[in-house]
């Protein structure tokens, strides 16, 4: 099953992804458009940005969006900042990149074959941008953690996930957990307070996932 899904944007920089995966091809960058513009007049300015972190979690590479013709020669997608085409440059689903934005009127659109099995992330020691790798709205909650023994559980408080609110400001973490005291079982997300989370991230929307090693994945449940 094929089809598409668009994300708001916001005025400033939020974290974004692809919400689809390819059809008989590797996702790229490519994969995720912009609209919000009007096509026939084509976007030439530079204030569309994406941020793209290499594996390790360290060099940082931006391209800008443009969709314009100049000299006959047409420029739609993304460019680095010497002006090469980084359309085709890998961007895996689940993987999450940091865009920017003049204003909210502009959306990321992301099209391709709809996931029909979980979608495992990685993390990184350190934290990792995690959006939505779906094209429907998903409670934080079917969002698990793997990569320790299931048998001993996982009751430190060093997996954890920071959601920003629709505006973009105020920060809320929740952290993982997966254990039995006392005859309750906790698994999970949780609050400081211990309070299980009621959240849900719409298509595309990314959280910032935090873990002491990069033996750990996040699991996003299948779309369909």
Not at 218 to 224: L, T
């Amino acid at each position: 099953m094929v089809g598409y899904a668009s994300a708001e944007l916001q005025q400033g920089s939020k974290g974004a992804g692809l919400t689809f995966a390819g059809v008989s091809t590797a996702t790229k960058l490519g994969d995720l458009t912009i609209v919000g513009y009007d096509p026939e007049t084509g976007y030439s300015d530079a204030e569309i940005f994406c941020s793209k972190l290499d594996a390790a979690g360290g060099s940082l590479t931006t391209y800008f969006w443009y969709d314009y013709e100049d000299g006959g020669v047409r420029y739609r997608g993304w460019f680095d900042e010497e002006g090469n085409d980084g359309n085709d440059v890998e961007l895996a689903l689940g993987e999450g990149l940091w865009i920017g934005a003049p204003n909210n009127t502009f959306k990321t659109q992301s099209a391709g074959q709809v996931t029909t099995e979980k979608t495992p992330v990685r993390l990184r020691q350190g934290s990792t941008l995690c959006p939505n790798p779906t094209p429907i709205t998903i409670s934080l909650n079917s969002v698990v953690v793997t990569g320790y023994d299931p048998n001993a559980g996982y009751s430190d408080a060093e997996i954890f996930c920071s959601k920003l609110d629709a505006a973009g400001g105020s920060l809320t973490t929740y952290f993982w957990y997966d254990y039995e005291d006392s005859g309750v079982t906790y698994y999970g997300w949780y609050d400081e307070e211990g309070n299980e989370a009621d959240i849900t991230l719409a298509p595309s929307e990314s959280i910032w996932v935090g873990a002491p090693s990069n033996s750990f994945y996040v699991e996003f449940p299948a779309a369909m």
